[in-house]
T-cell receptor, first 114, second 115 residues
C-alpha cells in the first residue's frame, strides 16, 4: 500500500531517556514533516525537510533532532525526554510546489513519558 | 499565538442535519485553506480545500464557504451521517519558499452525529 508509515505506534518511556521515531513514505514525495498533537488535539508543525534539507524549524527544544537520510525517510530523535513531551507525533509528506499542498499524514506515534 | 481561530470546539448534530464549523484568520498572505478530518487513533486526512480566488467549493456533502474580506471560512457538512463523527481541523498556509507547506491549524472541532 502507498502510504506514510511510522514506527513505533506506541512508545512508553521514562523521563531522561532518549528515543527515536521513524517515518517512511512511498508516495514519491520530496518533502516530509513532523507535527506534534497535544492532549487537547492541537496540531503544530515542528520541522519540515525538502530533499533532505531542513526548510522549516519551528521553536522546538534542541532536544528534538530530525534526520533525513533520504527523501523517503524522516526520523525524529528526542534526547532527555520530559513529561511535557508526551503527545502524539505525526509524520506527513507532500510534493514541494505541488498545486494543492496536500499533506498525507501517517498514523501517529503516541509517546508517553512517565 | 494561534493564527487560525476555529469554532465551535464541539457540536452534536442529528443524522440528516447540517454541521457548520467556522474559522477566522489574520494573515492576509495565506493563500490555501484546507480542511482535515481526523478519526480517533488515525492521522488527519485532507477533506476539501479552497483558494481565496473562489467563494465556495463543494465536494459531495462537504462545502467550503470563503469570505476574503472578512477573513473567514467555514465548512458545511450537509445530510450529516454517523460516519462523519470525527474531529475536523481548518488550516491555512502561504506559498512562500521558507514557509512552504507550513500549515497553521485551528484548534479542531469534535463533531458527533447521533442516529
Amino acid at each position: 500500500d502507498t502510504a506514510v508509515s511510522q514506527t513505533p505506534k506506541y512508545l512508553v518511556t521514562q523521563m531522561g531517556n532518549d528515543k527515536s521515531i521513524k517515518c517512511e513514505q512511498n508516495l514519491g514525495h520530496d518533502t516530509m514533516y513532523w507535527y506534534k498533537q497535544d492532549s487537547k488535539k492541537f496540531l503544530k508543525i515542528m520541522f519540515s525537510y525538502n530533499n533532505k534539507e531542513l526548510i522549516i524549524n519551528e521553536t522546538v527544544p534542541n532536544r528534538f533532532s530530525p534526520k533525513s537520510p533520504d527523501k523517503a525517510h524522516l526520523n525524529l530523535h528526542i534526547n532527555s525526554l520530559e513529561l511535557g513531551d508526551s503527545a502524539v507525533y505525526f509524520c506527513a509528506s507532500s510534493q514541494y510546489g505541488g498545486p494543492n499542498y496536500e499533506q498525507y499524514f501517517g498514523p501517529g506515534t503516541r509517546l508517553t513519558v512517565t | 499565538q494561534q493564527q487560525v481561530k476555529q469554532s465551535p470546539q464541539s457540536l452534536i448534530v442529528q443524522k440528516g442535519g447540517i454541521s457548520i464549523i467556522n474559522c477566522a484568520y489574520e494573515n492576509t498572505a495565506f493563500d490555501y485553506f484546507p480542511w482535515y478530518q481526523q478519526f480517533p487513533g488515525k492521522g488527519p486526512a485532507l477533506l476539501i480545500a479552497i483558494r481565496p480566488d473562489v467563494s465556495e467549493k463543494k465536494e459531495g456533502r462537504f462545502t467550503i464557504s470563503f469570505n476574503k474580506s472578512a477573513k473567514q471560512f467555514s465548512l458545511h457538512i450537509m445530510d450529516s451521517q454517523p460516519g462523519d463523527s470525527a474531529t475536523y481541523f481548518c488550516a491555512a498556509t502561504a506559498e512562500v519558499t521558507d514557509s512552504w507547506g507550513k500549515l497553521q491549524f485551528g484548534a479542531g472541532t469534535q463533531v458527533v452525529v447521533t442516529p
